[in-house]
């Protein structure tokens, strides 16, 4: 059996640029299919504004749902990283059929659950009479296809962490490109409109869960979907570790709409819609940023988890040097983007003159820190791959606490849009502790690791990080 990357043996350079990349490119092409997707749906001729304004209230509720994928999926693919590091490929192939068990129970409960309630969310989220016929139009039409959605995005981790970064990026493509391409069909020479377009979305990620089903199945991989060896004692580990990023993901969504309803307020009607239009194109730009950053630093968990479970304590250090460095030197680009060609990206969205300078203003401020925002990424991505759950998820709170404490303070300090520095604020605040956590932290786990083998076994029974005694922390 030919692994595309051996975790264990490959050197650690050439291992973390053979996952990370793909990673990135995976979620790079994922964020460009979504602007690209808003793109088709505002130029709908006579109802393009309104049809895109309908969709975007539905953002908030689907994020929330492509969630549970991850919280499934980045929940167990560390453990089943550490298993294999083990060689113990029985405890991870019980791991993984856990995970197709519970993406498809949460598959059903979602479309059961969110279903009868659709109305009132779509109007909390802010769905008026005018555009809530297409709000609701594509939210239900999306909804059916909650299980192709769960089981591509949730599964793919799965193929990442056995060392198929490739063939995982292959499985973004494929529902990505398929998306661009069938949208136009689906909104324009078929005449469907917002439904063409949540038509075409579901036939993407049907595509995307067959690719990614028929190779979890099939032979090139070392652990395969398998039925049986469900336990509740697994499915509490997954979740533990899961929760972080499920979480951060929820908040996220919390944070958006915050953002908005601050800006309405502060803004009044003078400017309350320019600010939270220019909010929107920001926080565009920066799906730019962080989706494909993710990728990097969540796409080479498992290299460390792997690694942290074979004992292999140097690969670990090594890999997250290298991590670092690839994060940083993204997050830079993409400062130096923001600044040179930003204009370029705000006209994708608006002609306008006064909305352009607005926006490209709103752009540059909310990416001051991003640099610091990579280094955070890899430190909260790093804990969570090996485990130590206890120290990546506070981490990430403290990070939306400084944003939110922010968000509601400065626009009290003198007009509405002060309210775009609470994301540098928190980009800076929060890796400074984090980088202080994780030297205090870091090395004194790996070593506990080193020094005690069997504490991986009591780490992924309670869910729970390695504990660090008081003469450790004293060091």
Not at 176 to 182: D, E, K, S
Request: aromatic share 12%.
């Amino acid at each position: 059996m030919k692994l595309e990357n051996d975790l264990g043996n490959d050197p650690i350079l050439r291992l973390v640029f053979r996952i990370a990349i793909p990673s990135m490119l995976g979620q790079f092409v994922s964020v460009l299919y979504s602007i690209v997707d808003r793109m088709y749906i505002g130029n709908i001729p006579e109802i393009g504004d309104l049809a895109l304004a309908g969709v975007g209230v539905c953002g908030p509720i689907l994020t929330m749902i492509g969630s549970v994928a991850f919280w499934v999926g980045v929940g167990g693919a560390p453990l089943m990283s550490m298993r294999m590091g083990e060689q113990n490929n029985e405890a991870a192939k019980k791991i993984l059929s856990n995970c197709f068990l519970l993406l498809g129970v949460f598959a059903i409960l979602l479309m059961l659950l969110v279903y009868p309630f659709h109305e009132p969310m779509l109007r909390l989220f802010g769905a008026s009479d005018t555009t809530f016929p297409y709000a609701k139009a594509y939210f239900i039409t999306y909804l059916t296809g909650t299980v192709f959605a769960l089981f591509s995005t949730g599964l793919n981790q799965f193929i990442i962490c056995q060392g198929f970064a490739k063939t995982g990026m292959l499985s973004v493509l494929l529902g990505a490109v398929l998306n661009i391409l069938l949208d136009p069909l689906f909104i324009f020479v078929f005449d469907l409109g917002v439904v063409g377009a949540a038509i075409a979305t579901v036939l993407s990620q049907a595509a995307s869960c067959i690719f990614v089903l028929c190779f979890l199945f099939g032979k090139r991989v070392p652990i395969r979907i398998s039925f049986g060896g469900y336990s509740l004692s697994t499915i509490w580990r997954i979740l533990c570790i899961g929760f972080t990023p499920f979480i951060i993901i929820a908040i996220d969504n919390v944070m958006i709409i915050v953002m908005n309803a601050v800006l309405q307020h502060f803004g009044g009607e003078t400017s309350g819609d320019l600010l939270v239009t220019c909010a929107t194109i920001a926080q565009s730009f920066m799906l730019v940023v962080t989706m494909p950053l993710g990728g990097i630093s969540g796409g080479t968990q498992t290299i460390l988890g792997y690694n942290y479970g074979a004992r292999k304590v140097d690969r670990v250090q090594k890999a997250q040097i290298y991590i670092f460095m690839l994060c940083a030197a993204y997050t830079a680009i993409m400062f130096l983007f923001a600044r040179l060609a930003g204009p370029l990206f705000v006209s994708l969205f608006t002609q306008d003159a006064a909305l352009t300078e607005q926006a490209l203003w709103a752009i540059r401020i909310c990416t001051l820190m991003i640099i610091p925002l990579g280094i955070q990424y890899e430190i909260v991505d790093g804990f969570t791959a090996i485990g130590q759950v206890q120290l990546s998820l506070p981490l990430s709170f403290f990070r939306k606490l400084i944003y939110f404490v922010a968000i509601f303070i400065l626009p009290f300090l003198g007009e509405a849009k002060l309210a775009f520095y609470a994301e540098p604020i928190s980009d800076l605040i929060a890796p400074i502790v984090s980088i202080v956590i994780y030297l205090i932290f870091m090395k004194k786990v790996l070593r506990k690791r080193m020094e005690h083998p069997d504490a991986l076994d009591d780490t992924l029974a309670s869910g729970k990080a390695i504990p660090v005694t008081e003469e450790d922390s004293s060091q």
